[in-house]
């Protein structure tokens, strides 16, 4: 599989995650067929890919849950496995499936999830960051008496607790409802402007658009990894001039370099009356790649 990797988007800029030649298999099935991946400190970074084409598998290698076959993790400069320990200090790990404890509330389960840290508990913390998730006013309710949307923010509570440096999240907005996927967007922001990193797995490409920076996997492998728009570049933009005569329409390829080049054909001539682009969606443009390799 064709691997590509762009690098930081700061020549230097130090890489919160690094991820070099990864194989996983589980059988006949290869979760992870030489993955590639370099995400730099600071960013909103999503990984993109359709069910089973490795997200998750990724993801529990980065947080040092997982051995690979072969390959390398290196995490804030430790190496994921063997100084897993020293990562996980730093690093918020909010699994695709909740990992709370279902008959305890969800201070109880930040209380026991501090502990486990090795942290002094902090009920302030604690406090702070059940209102985060606006949770604090069912702070004592049972998990198992809360909606899918609540059990998410239970479960991004627990990840954010010690204010970590790299959050790693694993589809964090599935199941949740557009109001509150949108306080999550922000609160993602938010994060990465006080400087922290935000690894996160979706499949929903709105999301993908919101991210500084979005890899695509497909079996495995990391087909591309860029800014969104400039994948989105990367699909069919349709340009259609409506010229005196009636409407031409030109299909272009690379949109950032022919549509200068088709409007300085054009000139300013005054038969041009109106220019409409359409540039394809990032969904399309991802399926299309996703399509490509199968
Ligand atoms: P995603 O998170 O993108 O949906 P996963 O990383 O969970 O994908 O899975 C990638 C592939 O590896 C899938 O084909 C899945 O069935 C397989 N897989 C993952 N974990 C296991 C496991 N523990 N045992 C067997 N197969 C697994
Ligand atoms: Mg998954």
């Given at each position: ?5 762009t ?17 996983k ?10 993955a ?8 909103v ?17 980065i947080?040092g849950?997982?051995?690979p076959?072969?390959?390398s993790?290196?995490v804030?400069?430790?190496d ?38 090795e942290?002094?508990?902090s009920?302030?913390r604690?406090r ?8 604090w ?14 059990r998410?923010?239970?479960?991004l509570?627990?990840?954010l ?24 967007w922000?609160?993602f ?18 999301e993908?658009m919101r ?15 860029e ?17 005196a005569?009636?409407?031409?329409t ?5 949109y ?39």
């Amino acid at each position: 599989m064709n691997t590509v990797d762009t690098g930081p988007a700061v020549p230097g800029a130090p890489a919160a995650i690094s991820v070099t030649g990864l194989f996983k298999s589980y059988g006949p099935i290869k979760a992870l067929d030489g993955a590639n991946l370099e995400v730099p400190e600071g960013m909103v970074y999503g990984l993109v890919g359709p069910n089973g084409s490795g997200k998750s598998t990724l993801i529990k290698a980065i947080c040092g849950i997982l051995k690979p076959d072969a390959g390398s993790v290196s995490v804030l400069g430790m190496d994921a496995a063997r100084e897993r320990f020293a990562v996980r200090r730093q690093l918020g790990y909010m699994p695709q499936t909740s990992s709370l404890y279902e008959d305890l509330s969800p201070e109880e389960n930040l209380r026991f999830f501090d502990g486990a840290h090795e942290q002094p508990g902090s009920r302030e913390r604690i406090r702070e960051t059940l209102k985060l998730v606006q949770l604090w006013d069912r702070r004592n309710d049972p998990l198992h008496t809360f909606s899918g949307g609540m059990r998410q923010r239970a479960s991004l509570a627990c990840a954010l607790l010690h204010d970590p440096r790299l959050l790693v999240l694993d589809e964090p907005t599935a199941g949740v409802d557009p109001t509150l996927r949108q306080d999550f967007w922000q609160h993602f922001h938010d994060l990465c402007q006080r400087g922290r990193t935000i690894f996160l797995s979706t499949n929903q490409m709105d999301e993908a658009m919101r991210c500084h920076r979005v890899a695509v996997i497909m079996g495995g492998g990391i087909l591309i990894a860029e800014a969104p728009q400039a994948i989105r570049d990367r699909g069919t933009t349709t340009v259609t001039l409506e010229l005196a005569d009636g409407p031409r329409t030109f299909e272009l390829s690379d949109y950032p370099v022919e549509l200068p080049r088709l409007l300085s054909r054009f000139g300013l001539q005054p038969d041009v009356r109106r220019i409409s682009v359409q540039q394809q969606s990032l969904e399309d443009v991802i399926l299309d790649m996703i399509a490509g390799e199968e």
